[in-house]
């Protein structure tokens, strides 16, 4: 009995250090959503209750601008430096994805597609009519989704650092995560969360290189919700689905017809420009690329840039979307070709035919293109 007892001890001792564990890291995710509260109001959609902050007149002219944050992220990410540059004139939505911020699922946790649909329902609910959807890393493929998925409700993407295309491997930082599901809770109510909390800082340096981390990204960028076992289990999901829902959503990237912009980074250290972006345009009729200075993190790093090139993106669809329409559309239309601000590159033009029965698209993307 007694060499039983024993044995039993190594056990005893594990399983009160696994509780100690999930006992410290609810404690960790509770006062990491101190520091960063909800900022502003709930609206439940199939399969979720999001979490969205409202920024600028309601009555702003021209079409609102909805954004959407990426992986291990929250929408801090565009109100610390970004949101109320643009809220001084545009009516301006961020989005706690689903699962992630403050944004509750009250279903399975959703795909792509899924998402795609989620945001489409969070925009007829506000009533939102045609929006500029700005989509950053993760949050630029759900915006492609949506497009793809509900092609009448959003006006023109503008992708910053968008994920886009599939990897062989996920970004560096990210690989920690790529845990069979069956792990992903245990891991993430015993390791995850004290890894967090020790290399957080190291983390959010290779995210942001080669720019510098804000000071205050942990509370004014929402940087503290990623050390939360949730963030880890929503992270380790998206990663290995990702795996399954991004070829066949780049198979039906012919089918997009709304403009798309999209903004990269030279030195990403997360994604690569010339995959994510460069293929993508090529991928997408009328697509344009500009490429500046900065890495993956534009929207906290380098927001003069990001916003400049935001205004030019709604400016070109609100003249599009304001503008009278002319009586009869062309068969035929120039669709621009990528344009690269990098050296050595130019636009080209390709003459495509359209089908008469693609109208108002059309035409309102032939005045964004001009």
Request: with cysteine.
């Amino acid at each position: 009995m007694g060499k039983t007892r024993s044995m039993l001890i190594p056990f005893g001792l594990a399983g009160v250090g696994v509780l100690g564990l999930a006992g410290w890291s609810a404690w960790v995710g509770r006062k990491a959503e101190e520091m960063v509260p909800p900022d502003g109001r709930f609206v439940d959609v199939d399969g979720a209750r999001m979490h969205i902050v409202e920024l600028g007149p309601k009555d702003a002219a021209g079409p609102a601008i909805v954004m959407i944050h990426g992986v291990m992220a929250q929408l801090r990410n565009f109100s610390h430096s970004l949101a109320g540059r643009l809220a001084k004139d545009h009516r301006v939505i961020l989005v706690d994805r689903p699962g992630w911020g403050h944004s509750r699922l009250t279903g399975p946790r959703p795909d792509l597609v899924r998402q795609g649909r989620m945001i489409a329902a969070l925009i007829e609910t506000l009533g939102l009519e045609k929006p500029l959807v700005v989509g950053h890393s993760m949050g630029g493929v759900v915006s492609l989704a949506l497009a793809v998925e509900r092609p009448e409700v959003p006006g023109a993407l503008a992708l910053i650092a968008p994920l886009t295309q599939m990897v062989e491997q996920p970004p560096a930082m990210f690989r920690g995560m790529l845990v069979p599901p069956v792990l992903r809770a245990p891991i993430a109510w015993t390791i995850a969360v004290p890894m967090a909390v020790a290399f957080g800082k190291r983390g959010a340096e290779a995210v942001f290189a080669p720019d510098p981390v804000p000071a205050d990204f942990t509370i004014a960028g929402g940087g503290a919700l990623a050390a939360r076992s949730a963030a880890y289990e929503m992270g380790s999901f998206e990663i290995r689905m990702a795996e399954q829902a991004v070829p066949p959503l780049v198979a039906r990237y012919g089918e997009i017809r709304v403009p798309v912009s999209i903004l990269y980074g030279r030195q990403d250290n997360v994604l690569d420009p010339a995959l994510h972006g460069e293929r993508t345009v090529a991928e997408i009729a009328g697509a344009r690329l500009t490429l500046v200075e900065g890495g993956h993190m534009l929207p906290l790093a380098h927001p003069d840039e990001t916003e400049a090139w935001l205004r030019g993106c709604w400016r070109r669809w609100a003249e599009a979307f304001s503008s009278p329409l002319p009586k009869s559309p062309s068969p035929f239309r120039r669709f621009a070709a990528p344009s690269l601000s990098h050296k050595g590159r130019g636009s080209i033009g390709a003459q495509f035919p359209l089908p008469l029965w693609e109208r108002e698209g059309a035409r309102r993307r032939r005045r964004w293109e001009g």
